[in-house]
Every structure is written in structure tokens, then in C-alpha cells.
């Protein structure tokens, strides 16, 4: 069972429409990143959210951290093909040593 | 600029061989992780070292063992490959977490990853 369960896993939309991505739990954590992995290459972080509620804007992505801390949001305005790719959300876990708990990802495909 | 450096991106190695995975990193990083990364499954945390000939259980470490004889290098090893250790192998670092009961929301800089095939 992962502890953070990512949806939907596929998604396939057309230039321009707009897109979420969830990252759900049980569980509440202090902080939660979204990372994006192109093919080929490793994730890359996109952004860092610490307190709940909080909402960080970054282009054309918006992120939101549920206001108990168990739960995050992507959403993706006026998706462009360069927004293609797997999106990850990953969690700090309760101990120390900066560990990372990882969802299973969301395939992202944008087409023109 | 940060770079994170796996030795191998495509491997191919046979059931029973020991295969080592090395990993890099130029940015003084404390800590260094090895995660394996399977379709629908995610990444997962095979193992991890916060300092020099230090090492760490991950989630899934049976199978599999580390080396950290120097700060800027994590080597991965199989000591003898399997078929169901066949993923694509990522590396990465971060700067030192908090002390211990306080939690790290650092970045993880990853590198390209090592795609491994084991027949």
C-alpha cells in the first residue's frame, strides 16, 4: 500500500485545456514536494509546500496544500506539450535523514 | 551547475552476476539515496547514507547493499542480479536533513538513472 496514492495514473489531454493531479493520505506531513520527471531524465522539483492551505503558483501550475496537511493538489492551466511528463508527489517521512516517500506518479501527455 | 552523475545509463547483465551502480555528486551533499523506480509503483527507497561509511535501511533493501567510502560517491551493488531487479535504478543527494525528530523538506537533486536489465 503506498502512502501517498497519486490519480488519476494517466491522463491525455489536448493543448490548451486545463488538468489536476491529486496526491492524497492518511496521513499528515509536514511538508510535500511535486516533482516532474521528463523520459529519459530524473525528477526535477517543481515546488515545496510547508504550511496547509498554502497555495504556490509557478507559470502556468498552481499547488495547493490541504489545509490538514493530508493532501495536495496540481492543476495545470493551458497545458502545453512541454507539460508532458510523470508528476510525483513525495512526502518527509515522521523520522529524520530528509527520507522521501514518493506517489506512483501521474503520466502527463499534452498534445498539440 | 548541480549535477548528480550515474556511471551507467543502460546495463544488461546476466541472473547471478554482481553488478555495481556507481553515483556521483559534485555539491557536497551529506546525504545521498538510491531509489529503484517501477511502473505504477513509483519510486522506492532501496537505501540511503547521511554521511561517509554511513548507511541506511530503506523500504526495499533485500537484495541489494551500498557503498559510501567517500562523501561525493554512492555505489549501489547487486551481488547477484535477479530477473525481478530488472527497473530503472536512480540515484540522488540532498543537503543535511534536521536532527533527529525534526523533519527535511529538502530538495532531492536525481540523476539520469541507470536502466537495468537482468536475463
Known amino acids: 500500500t503506498q502512502l501517498l496514492e497519486q490519480s488519476p495514473q494517466f491522463l491525455s489531454i489536448q493543448e490548451g485545456e486545463n488538468l489536476t493531479v491529486y496526491c492524497n493520505s492518511s496521513?499528515?506531513?509536514?511538508?510535500l514536494q511535486w516533482y516532474r520527471q521528463e523520459p529519459g531524465e530524473g525528477p526535477v522539483l517543481l515546488v515545496t509546500?510547508?504550511?496547509?492551505?498554502e497555495v504556490k503558483k509557478l507559470k502556468r501550475l498552481t499547488f495547493q496544500f490541504g489545509d490538514a496537511r493530508k493532501d495536495s493538489s496540481l492543476h495545470i492551466t493551458a497545458a502545453q506539450p512541454g507539460d508532458t511528463g510523470l508528476y510525483l508527489c513525495?512526502?518527509?517521512?515522521?523520522?529524520?535523514?530528509?527520507?522521501?516517500?514518493f506517489g506512483a506518479g501521474t503520466q502527463v501527455v499534452v498534445t498539440p | 551547475d548541480v549535477k548528480v552523475t550515474q556511471s551507467s545509463r543502460y546495463l544488461v547483465k546476466r541472473t547471478g552476476e554482481k553488478v555495481f551502480l556507481e553515483c556521483v555528486q559534485d555539491?557536497?551533499?551529506?546525504?545521498m539515496f538510491w531509489y529503484r523506480q517501477d511502473p505504477g509503483l513509483g519510486l522506492r527507497l532501496i537505501y540511503f547514507?547521511?554521511?561517509?561509511?554511513?548507511?541506511e535501511k530503506g523500504d526495499i533493501p533485500e537484495g541489494y547493499s551500498v557503498s559510501r567510502e567517500k562523501k561525493e560517491r554512492f555505489s549501489l551493488i547487486l551481488e547477484s542480479a535477479s530477473t525481478n531487479q530488472t527497473s530503472m535504478y536512480l540515484c540522488?543527494?540532498?543537503?543535511?536533513?534536521?536532527?533527529?525528530?525534526?523533519?527535511?523538506?529538502?530538495?532531492?537533486?536525481f540523476g539520469e538513472g541507470s536502466r537495468l536489465t537482468v536475463l
Open positions: 540522488a543527494s540532498s543537503y543535511p536533513s534536521g536532527y533527529s525528530g525534526t523533519t527535511n523538506t529538502g530538495e532531492l537533486f
Open positions: 555539491m557536497d551533499h551529506e546525504n
Open positions: 513525495a512526502a518527509d517521512t515522521t523520522d529524520s535523514w530528509g527520507k522521501l516517500q
Open positions: 547514507s547521511y554521511d561517509v561509511k554511513m548507511k
Open positions: 509546500v510547508v504550511t496547509g492551505g
Open positions: 496521513s499528515v506531513f509536514s511538508s
